[in-house]
């Protein structure tokens, strides 16, 4: 009796591989690697959870495709061993068989490759399930895990995502805002940029304050500069550092407190407050959030945020609370979406009490892509 063998299996599996799974990433890559477009309203993000922003997309198309060669591969021997025992000791239903079916090697290729595909295709159709299960957020925080800190989170469900524009032209060290505007030291609309360097990266912005918040210390505000001249983000003239210009708003303004998910902060960004400066000063005010677990309500990227003007005693780092509340806002408002996400696990934009440091992440995004601006105020 003519026995199978499954000497031929091994190319009808590589066969298979090359097949099932370009087909099914072709069929199923929409589900799991279009990025969300700018304008969802981030919520606060679960302890742990991972995005799928922090897994290399290469690295999921080399997991899904050694998964499921190797699973398709053993499944092929093993089912054409079965195959031999079975053609060995059978009987009629065997002759009827090979009646029907011709006992050739094309054929049994040809179901080698038919069950291993279909074995891949169900392996690529679970793995956007499987990633999900791990988080579908897209920001990190592993700073909510801190056992006893009583800011963890403080900063979750801090980030409205809105539309960014394109960077200015001529912009060489990528503050958006065109060199001839820092040589001539004034927007075309008016606006004073005092001490503006087309070599070295400026951040123009106005703070101003609630009723119930006292405006920042000229302590504060020499930490803050101090803060932003230290950042490791690289200029054009060799140097490093942020040169971050800071406008007092004189009087209390109305409308310093938010809804925990809600814009109303974009309304203080009016041509009236800002006039000549808007679209070019980013704007923070010192208010309060409708919310004991979020300090910060910001557009990201954006011109406009409100963070909680309230002093935090137990906050325990060298800088105020204000201060590392204001760091995170304005970082959210120039850097925009990181690697899939708005967070960083650590560093000023974690969402729990933050390390006092640009995170490497932040940096590299920042030297990438400069500043980025958005469309979502009129006219800008």
């Given at each position: ?218 302590s504060e505000r020499q930490q803050l500069r101090s803060i932003w001249d230290r950042m490791p983000v690289s200029n054009p003239d060799g140097s490093t550092g942020i040169r971050l210009h800071l406008t007092r708003e004189q009087g209390p303004v109305s409308g310093a407190t938010v809804d925990v998910n809600g814009t109303e902060y974009r309304g203080l960004y009016s041509p009236d407050r800002l006039g000549p400066r808007r679209c070019t000063y980013r704007y923070v005010a010192l208010g309060s959030v409708s919310s004991d677990r979020t ?86």
């Amino acid at each position: 009796m003519t026995r199978w063998s499954y000497g031929p299996q091994p190319t009808a599996a590589l066969a298979g591989a090359v097949v099932g799974v370009c087909g099914a990433l072709f069929l199923l890559k929409p589900r799991f690697v279009a990025p969300p477009d700018g304008g969802p309203t981030v919520p606060g993000v679960p302890s742990g959870s991972v995005g799928l922003g922090e897994v290399p997309l290469a690295a999921i198309y080399v997991g899904a495709i050694l998964g499921t060669v190797l699973t398709g591969f053993l499944l092929v021997v093993v089912v054409t061993k079965g195959i031999t025992l079975f053609f060995t000791r059978g009987g009629p239903l065997v002759r009827a068989y090979r009646f029907v079916v011709p006992n050739s090697p094309l054929v049994k290729m040809a179901t080698g490759i038919m069950l291993l595909m279909g074995v891949m295709l169900l392996g690529v159709a679970m793995l956007p399930g499987a990633i999900g299960d791990l988080g579908e957020s897209g920001a990190v925080s592993g700073a909510d895990d801190i056992a006893g800190d009583p800011n963890a989170g403080v900063f979750a469900g801090d980030v409205v995502a809105t539309r960014p524009t394109a960077p200015a032209t001529n912009d060489t060290d990528g503050d958006g805002i065109p060199d001839a505007w820092e040589r001539a030291g004034e927007t075309p609309s008016g606006a004073a940029l005092p001490g503006a360097d087309p070599q070295r990266k400026d951040l123009y912005v106005v703070v101003g304050h609630g009723k119930e918040s006292p405006p920042l210390s000229d302590s504060e505000r020499q930490q803050l500069r101090s803060i932003w001249d230290r950042m490791p983000v690289s200029n054009p003239d060799g140097s490093t550092g942020i040169r971050l210009h800071l406008t007092r708003e004189q009087g209390p303004v109305s409308g310093a407190t938010v809804d925990v998910n809600g814009t109303e902060y974009r309304g203080l960004y009016s041509p009236d407050r800002l006039g000549p400066r808007r679209c070019t000063y980013r704007y923070v005010a010192l208010g309060s959030v409708s919310s004991d677990r979020t300090a910060v309500r910001v557009d990201a990227p954006g011109y406009a945020g409100v963070v909680d003007g309230q002093p935090r005693s137990e906050y325990t780092g060298s800088a105020s609370f204000r201060v590392a509340a204001t760091t995170h806002a304005l970082l959210h408002m120039v850097a925009g979406e990181l690697s899939g996400g708005y967070h960083t696990s650590d560093g000023w934009l974690t969402t729990g009490s933050p390390t006092e440091q640009l995170s490497r992440t932040t940096a590299d995004h920042l030297n990438a892509t400069g500043f980025r601006t958005s469309s979502a105020y009129a006219g800008c």
